[in-house]
C-alpha cells in the first residue's frame, strides 16, 4: 500500500520559517494537499493541489510538490499555527494521509 | 455554507456492528460534484481514511478495512451513514465525516466536529 512519511515533530521560533516534508514513491505525479488540526479540532485544509490556498488561509501557507516530496511552507510563523500538519494524496481510489508532523512555535 | 455532524452510539460492544450517520446542512448531498467520506483518528495517533460515497451510490474502500465496512447515502434525509462490523478495541476512534471535492484535486475541504466511538469487550 501507498505510504506517506513526515518528520514526528518540528519546532520553530516565532516569525520565522517552518518547512515540513512529506515523502512518498513519485509524490510529484500526485496532488498533494495539507490540513490542519489543532487540539480538540477537527482537521482544517490549508492547502490543495500542491499549492493553492483555500478561502481565509493566511498567505503565510503555501506548497510545493516535486519528486518524491512536498513541502508545506509557514513563513512568519505565529503562535496560531502551533499544530499537528498532515499531508494527503489519493492512490488507486484510495485516500492516504502523512504520519503526522507536530509543528511547536517556542 | 455546507455543514456536517456526525451522529450514532459512542459506545459499541466487541463483535458487534459501529453504525454512524453524517447529517449534511446547507446544501444538497446531491447537488454538487462532491464525495462524502468517513475518516477516523485514534487518540494520540493518525488519520485513517475509512472510504466515501458519491451521491449515485457508488463507493470506495480502503483495501485494508473493505471487509467489514459499508456506506450509503440517503438522500432524502440529507445524510450519508457508515457500518463497520465485527469491531473491536482496535476500532475505538474519533470518526469524522468529510466532503472531498474532484475539483481541487479531492482535497477534504470540508470536515464535522467528529463523535468519538469507544469499543467494549
Known amino acids: 500500500s501507498y505510504e506517506l512519511t513526515q518528520p514526528p515533530s518540528l519546532s520553530v521560533s516565532p516569525g520565522q520559517t517552518a518547512s515540513v516534508t512529506c515523502s512518498g514513491d513519485k509524490l510529484g505525479k500526485k496532488y498533494v494537499s495539507w490540513c490542519q488540526q489543532r487540539p480538540g479540532q477537527p482537521p482544517v485544509l490549508v492547502i490543495y493541489?500542491?499549492?493553492k490556498r483555500p478561502s481565509g488561509i493566511p498567505e503565510r501557507f503555501s506548497g510545493s510538490n516535486s519528486g518524491n516530496t512536498a513541502t508545506l511552507t509557514i513563513s512568519g510563523t505565529q503562535a496560531m499555527d502551533e499544530a499537528d500538519y498532515y499531508c494527503q494524496a489519493w492512490d488507486n481510489n484510495t485516500a492516504v494521509f502523512g504520519t503526522g508532523t507536530k509543528v511547536t512555535v517556542l | 455554507q455546507v455543514q456536517l455532524q456526525e451522529s450514532g452510539p459512542g459506545l459499541v460492544k466487541a463483535s458487534q456492528t459501529l453504525s454512524l450517520t453524517c447529517s449534511v446542512s446547507?446544501?444538497?448531498?446531491?447537488?454538487?460534484?462532491?464525495?462524502w467520506s468517513w475518516i477516523r483518528q485514534p487518540a494520540g495517533k493518525g488519520l485513517e481514511w475509512i472510504g466515501r460515497?458519491?451521491?449515485?451510490?457508488?463507493?470506495d474502500y480502503n483495501p485494508s478495512l473493505k471487509s467489514r465496512v459499508s456506506i450509503s447515502v440517503d438522500s432524502s434525509n440529507n445524510q450519508f451513514s457508515l457500518k463497520l462490523k465485527s469491531v473491536t478495541a482496535a476500532d475505538t476512534a474519533m470518526y469524522f465525516c468529510?466532503?472531498?471535492?474532484?475539483?481541487?484535486?479531492?482535497?477534504?475541504?470540508?470536515w464535522g466536529q467528529g463523535t468519538m466511538v469507544t469499543v467494549s469487550s
Open positions: 460515497v458519491y451521491s449515485s451510490g457508488s463507493t
Open positions: 446547507g446544501g444538497s448531498i446531491t447537488s454538487y460534484n462532491h464525495y
Open positions: 493541489h500542491d499549492k
Open positions: 468529510a466532503r472531498d471535492t474532484p475539483m481541487i484535486g479531492d482535497a477534504f475541504d470540508i
